[in-house]
């Protein structure tokens, strides 16, 4: 974990931190390290051990478990992941940083569009024991779980 740790302080320092907004900034050592501790404990695995699926994982299940769903917060876990992923990209250390921001970026967006549904019918955050008590593991059967609820809607 000291690796990242460096990597972490490295990343405030870069360009791609300056690419966050003041609020983003904030909230950016928040977000790696508990996306970076909740890999780790969850998933044991490093950052270059980082993969679509176990990124889906951490987001719907331990990351929303532990912050709840906030819209807020989501989005800006969204934009400095992003940044961090192509932080350690550009370092090496990672080789697979377009893989995770496609994911992040499929997933997130689907789950502040589906929080306030969320909210109002269930206090039980998404992956543990989803709305109408269906349990979802992953982008997939959050996908299903959407079209389901809203079949008029084909986007």
């Known amino acids: 974990m000291n690796d990242t740790k460096k990597w972490l302080n490295d990343f405030k320092e870069s360009a791609y931190y300056q690419e966050l907004s003041e609020s983003e900034k904030k909230q950016a050592q928040t977000i790696v390290e508990m996306f970076t501790e909740l890999h780790y404990n969850h998933e044991i695995r490093k950052p270059r051990e980082w993969t679509r699926n176990s990124v889906e994982d951490i987001i719907t299940g331990p990351l929303v478990e532990k912050e709840g769903v906030s819209q807020v917060f989501l989005k800006q876990t969204q934009l400095v992941l992003t940044q961090y992923f192509l ?47 269906y349990e979802m593991e992953g982008l997939d059967e959050f996908e299903v779980f959407i079209r389901l609820e809203n079949p008029l809607d084909n986007t």
Do not use: Q, W, Y
């Not at 940083?97 to 039980?124: K, Q, W």
């Open 87 to 133: 932080f350690l990209n550009g370092l090496g250390k990672i080789k697979n940083a377009r893989v995770l921001i496609n994911t992040i970026n499929e997933l997130i967006p689907m789950m502040i569009n589906f929080g306030e549904f969320v909210l109002e019918s269930t206090n039980s955050p998404i992956g543990i024991d989803g709305p109408l008590g």
